[in-house]
């Protein structure tokens, strides 16, 4: 019998740009997303770059491939281009529920990639790349100071997906995973290159606005 060794196909990989200010949870999100854990913020920054990963492997549609979440630590920094380049495939800007100021800073963070995106600000279409607005911290909702409403308008406006969620209790994997496979896909369409895992009527416009907020206590999702 002759056996034949199937070459390995090798997975493209997407850069996805999470940003925000100070203090909303960039970091404890990202490892939520990556690793599904919680990491816990009061961190050294040692243990941080020891625990904290970048990658992990995703399906979009039938297809695998691997998101790498670089992250902005100043968000003064979004505009340079190792953050925003070609290579560049989604922005996720991050707000605490718990903090209008955090909730403007978002809104000036979109503005700013906008431009770092050789957009006209006049425009306020949105970025050049697709975006997801995520409003975190709903463990503390009792401390809520951003709407659910306010927040899906400002999505709705800028032609963005939008979350709410926590990094402390988590979410159900799935709907962080159709998140970031919804900015690929987006992406891929705009680019004009084959869409994955999405039929020619899936994406019937360039921003197909969906909605997802999950929260571990009132288990809903839009």
Not at 174 to 192: F, N, P, Q, S, T
Not at 195 to 204: L, N, R, V, Y
Request: net charge negative.
């Amino acid at each position: 019998m002759l056996a034949f060794k199937q070459k390995s196909k090798v997975l493209q990989t997407h850069k996805i740009v999470l940003a925000g200010s100070i203090g909303v949870g960039k970091r404890s999100i990202r490892y939520r997303i990556i690793a599904d854990e919680w990491l816990d913020p009061t961190y050294t920054n040692r243990v941080f770059q020891e625990l904290d990963p970048s990658k992990r492997m995703i399906e979009v549609g039938n297809e695998r491939c691997i998101i790498d979440l670089t992250l902005v630590p100043n968000p003064q920094e979004i505009r340079r281009p190792q953050y925003f380049n070609s290579s560049t495939d989604g922005l996720i800007v991050v707000y605490d529920i718990c903090d209008r100021d955090s909730f403007e800073a978002a809104k000036q963070l979109w503005r700013e990639a906008a431009l770092a995106k050789f957009q006209d600000e006049k425009n306020d279409n949105g970025c050049d790349v697709p975006v997801l607005l995520f409003g975190n911290k709903t463990d503390l909702g009792h401390e809520r100071e951003v709407t659910e409403e306010e927040g899906r308008d400002f999505a709705r406006r800028i032609g963005a997906l939008w979350i709410e969620g926590s990094a402390l209790d988590g979410w159900e994997r799935g709907v962080i995973d159709e998140a970031m496979g919804e900015l690929i896909r987006r992406r891929l369409v705009k680019d004009g290159g084959e869409k994955i895992g999405a039929q020619a009527d899936d994406i019937s416009m360039p921003y197909f606005l969906l909605f997802f907020s999950y929260s571990s206590t009132a288990g809903k999702i839009f």
